[in-house]
């Protein structure tokens, strides 16, 4: 039986990420012998979570030694020039790969690496796919892929949280070591396309990671939202702001937030200073998050950027319409079915709010139920077979 190993820096938190990565390593399961090494603390496991005590998965913990303090910062010095330079060209990139990357934490995660005997190792999200790319000659005859999840545009528009441009030529180089880089949509690999007519990344839709629960009844007057309370994310406050315009023309429809994050507090304080407590309710993640879709009427994604946006797919499996941002990855996701707003404009989704009320609902959930279908998790899982 062939070996997998998902490389990820936490599979025991809430997550998306940590969701898909889950479902998809227990369906492997199935066919290979699948390890995940996490940076998670081994006293955070817990496979009740996204049911991972159901497939025979096993889990190795890593954490990187220690790096001198003078080797640390000659690779701080070299890797500050590299991104304030914009250096170009394979070498400069491949000496930023090892000064971000020093050779003490190399040599260790691939000695851990190598302990598996692994025939396929993925790496996931960008920088380890890239770190994974570094080890390669360290990992002779393994085949290495990266499976990015951010989206081209949150990975390296200038506003970006997580790389930025400067690092977009090194990332290209490196993701082109790798025997493959799996993306989310082909949007995205539209996007490396264009930056680079030589790199040619394969494209794999997330599947649907739960099953569904009871199909929504569309009589409950709730909008839903879920997501991970970041930063420039998921539009959380954007959507409160809008949902602030609607309720001055309607009394009747209330809000649910499912999430948990850094910005709550200031969800919250928005919520109070529009005296809105009684109509937007903030609730924690939970395993039983199929109650929430079932309870809801309709759903609403208000994020900036989605890598794929795994929750559009999920609220359609219990039926749900769907009020969306424009982004490329919701409109290939869900085509002329979505109730879409401009990205960013508070006022058009107030008003997208305002027509969600109005539509035929029977249709558009049956028209839900159709789309979910094409995320099937087995019909997924055969594409990634493909490739390992």
């Known amino acids: 039986m062939k070996k997998v190993c998902f490389l990820v820096d936490s599979i025991f938190t809430f997550g998306g990420v940590q969701r898909v990565t889950a479902v998809l390593a227990k369906e492997l399961a199935k066919d290979y012998d699948v390890t995940i090494v996490t940076f998670d603390r081994p006293d955070s496991k ?8 159901e497939a025979p998965v096993k889990y190795r913990f890593f954490s990187y030694p220690a790096v001198g303090k003078k080797k640390k910062q000659l690779c701080k010095v070299y890797s500050g020039l590299y991104r304030k330079a914009h250096l170009q060209g394979r070498f400069a990139s491949n000496l930023y790969a090892h000064s971000s990357f020093p050779s003490e934490l190399r040599m260790a995660l691939a000695h851990e690496l190598r302990q598996g005997n692994y025939d396929t190792i993925v790496g996931v999200h960008a920088p380890l796919a890239a770190r994974l790319a570094t080890l390669m000659p360290l990992l002779p005859r393994v085949r290495c892929i990266g499976w990015v999840h951010n989206s081209f545009e949150a990975l390296f528009s200038p506003s970006s949280r997580y790389i930025g441009p400067e690092l977009k030529r090194h990332y290209v180089y490196q993701f082109h070591k790798l025997h493959a880089t799996v993306l989310l949509c082909q949007h995205d690999a539209d996007s490396y396309l264009a930056y680079d007519k030589s790199f040619v990344p394969t494209v794999i839709y997330n599947p649907l990671t739960l099953l569904p629960g009871k199909a929504s009844t569309g009589n409950s007057k709730h909008f839903l939202a879920v997501g991970r309370f970041s930063p420039l994310h998921k539009g959380f406050d954007l959507l409160i702001d809008a949902f602030h315009l609607f309720a001055q023309k309607n009394s009747e429809w209330t809000l649910d937030i499912v999430g948990e994050g850094e910005e709550e507090e200031s969800y919250r304080q928005k919520i109070a200073q529009y005296q809105l407590e009684e109509r937007i ?4 993640f939970t395993n039983n998050i199929q109650a929430y879709y079932s309870q809801a009427q309709i759903y609403v994604l208000s994020s900036r950027w989605e890598g794929f946006g795994l929750v559009l797919v999920e609220a359609m499996a219990h039926g749900l319409p769907v ?7 919701s409109k290939e996701i869900m085509g002329g079915f979505g109730l879409y707003f401009h990205n960013g404009n508070i006022e058009e989704l107030a008003e997208r709010l305002h027509d969600a009320t109005k539509i035929d609902w029977k249709k558009k959930s049956s028209e839900a139920f159709t789309i979910a279908r094409r995320f099937d998790l087995p019909q997924i899982a055969k594409l990634w077979q493909k490739i390992l």
Do not use: K, M, R
Not at 46 to 53: N, P
Not at 281 to 284: A, K, T
């Open 281 to 284: 309710q903030i609730h924690p």
């Open 323 to 329: 009020v969306s941002s424009d982004l490329p990855t």
């Open 46 to 53: 817990d496979t009740t979570l996204y049911g991972l005590a």
